[in-house]
């Protein structure tokens, strides 16, 4: 089966690393995935070396990946005449990421639309595409939505397990956007402690200071933070790095914070951290709650999981016994490679495609 993903690429967000992991998938499998669009350097996406390609004809099914736009990149409404005139209507998919395949969601500030109107645009143009809706959870709201978690976890990302000398003891790799919450309680657990923990390193838009788009897409309260108390903590904050670099960037500290924010709490769904961060040379600190941790990751990533009580006993324990908690990575690591690979994935995407 071929089937073209269609995506709005970026280099330093977003799913790349799992859409390439699922094009090694389907080859494995006897399947091709491509990236609907081109890759020539210099001209189109040429920082983005995915598997790229215009050819429609031969397409068996179109997978829209939808996570903060329904646009398409490059593309126009040309191209997507081509797309839904080629695949007929039950050989589209849409993966919606980020939850917006719904009413207004809100949930500690953060929120999937703007207002009503904005969600209706949004499901309405769904509809016009697919019958065959999907989220990353296994709890959606809407009945006629698919649970499909769609982000997957690879093996052959995992770094050895080494945790001695670090170069940090914490690092948190991503974006601030609406998670300022959640990273604040990872460093008030750390505050207590901090003289025991090493250097701590924010990598990523907005943790210092809004980025340059948030003030025209009106998103400034979205990456709020505390550039002052920060510095008073002796964090650094550090530009964002591309999505091939993601995992040996997390391996150089001792732990990194497993965060979402809190709409996604709110929906129980998974995002591409939620099984990157395993995969690296440190242990994952979940800052998120246990039923979902369990649901995912297995019970024995229970004991990762940041506690409401004295959690800096917890940071602590960590660092001083990095050995412990890497058995129980590993632990985790084999979970995920049986449960949640891009194999098993796949085989479920083609499942719903011939559905």
Known sequence: MRLIFVYWAFEDQGSGLVIQGYTEAARALGHEVVVYGCWRLGKENPTIPLNYSLD???????????????????????DLVRLVGKVPRERRVILDGDGNYNDLVSADADYNHRDAESARRWVETCDSLSDKICQPTLHPLRENVRPFL??????????????????????????????????????????????????????????????WWAGKLELE??????????????????????FEGVIDWMSRATFNPVLLRPVFQ???????????????????????????????????????????????????DIVGRPGHYADVVRGVRQHLAEKHCHAARLRRLIEIIES
């Open 56 to 78: 429609v004809a031969s397409a068996d099914a179109v997978v829209f990946i939808f996570e903060w736009t329904t646009a398409l990149k490059p593309g126009d409404q040309l």
């Open 266 to 316: 709110h929906l129980r769904f998974v995002t591409p951290r939620l099984f990157e961060t395993p995969a690296a040379n440190t242990i994952p600190l979940f800052v998120f709650d246990e039923a979902h941790v369990q649901e995912i990751y297995g019970e024995e990533a229970l004991e990762l999981v940041l506690p409401q009580d004295s959690p800096q006993e917890k940071v602590l």
């Open 150 to 211: 769609f982000y997957a976890y690879n093996p052959a990302w995992e770094r050895p397990l080494n945790l001695r000398a670090k170069e940090y003891g914490m690092i948190y790799v991503g974006h601030s956007k609406f998670r300022w919450c959640a990273m604040q309680r990872v460093l008030r657990a750390v505050e207590p402690i901090r003289g025991q923990i090493g250097r701590i390193a924010l990598v990523g838009h907005g943790w210092d200071s809004p980025p």
């Open 221 to 242: 309260h979205a990456y709020c933070s505390d550039a002052g108390y920060l510095k008073d903590l002796g964090v650094e904050t550090l530009p964002s790095v591309r």
